[in-house]
């Protein structure tokens, strides 16, 4: 099915040209459009009630995909999937061929680690779509990277579960350990990175 559903996009891709060029830049640097989100996230903590625990919220957004990237190198490494147009004839891919592992996406177990702890930093901070807007994009990610030809669609499937995973079940440790961080920063000349004006 895995083999399939992986020829299915990549007919797809063969029938729609015109997106090569639009898939092929998501695919590749649409990660960018996270960190663009990260910093909104954080600019929108720095003014909430409780700027601090808020901060804290959102820099474990940025350190989840950190933390998922390790976890992507331990599983691939083990399982050391090929990359799907390496195996399977008559197959196209938009990218630049790579030699690493396909199993799981990197892409996407890092967009999603981002979406999921943004979406669990969202009660927070003024405004909660952050999460939302970011699974969206993690979504279009996934999808992208299938129909460039990069990865199988278990591959995406492992990546978004994987991510999702690591920033649901470490979210609340990781807020305890960084809210005294942020805490201590308000104290120095970093004060204005944690909370905007006079909150405090």
Avoid: C
């Avoid at 040209?17 to 639009?22: E, F, I, T």
């Avoid at 943004?118 to 994009?137: N, T």
């Avoid at 440790?173 to 004060?191: C, D, Y």
């Amino acid at each position: 099915m895995d083999n399939s559903v992986f020829r299915w996009f990549n007919q797809l891709q063969v029938d729609t040209p015109a997106l090569h060029g639009v898939a092929s830049f998501y695919a590749v640097w649409g990660i960018a459009a996270f960190g663009i989100l990260l910093l909104a996230a954080w600019w929108d903590a720095r003014s909430a009630e409780e700027p601090q625990r808020a901060v804290a919220a959102v820099a474990w957004a940025g350190i989840a995909p950190l933390i998922g990237a390790l976890a992507v190198q331990l599983i691939g490494s083990a399982v050391d999937r090929a990359r799907p147009t390496a195996v399977l004839s008559g197959t196209h891919l938009l990218l630049e061929k790579t030699t690493d592992f396909s199993f799981p996406s990197d892409h996407g177990t890092a967009t999603a680690a981002m979406a999921v702890a943004l979406i669990m930093a969202g009660p927070f901070l003024r405004r909660r779509w952050y999460g939302w807007v970011g699974l969206g994009l993690a979504v279009l990610m996934a999808v992208t990277r299938v129909y460039v030809g990069a990865h199988y669609p278990t591959d995406v499937l492992a990546g978004l579960a994987l991510g999702s995973v690591i920033a649901a079940a470490l979210a609340r440790p990781a807020r305890a350990a960084l809210t005294p961080v942020a805490a201590w920063l308000t104290r120095g000349p970093l004060r204005p990175l944690i909370a905007a004006g006079g909150t405090t």
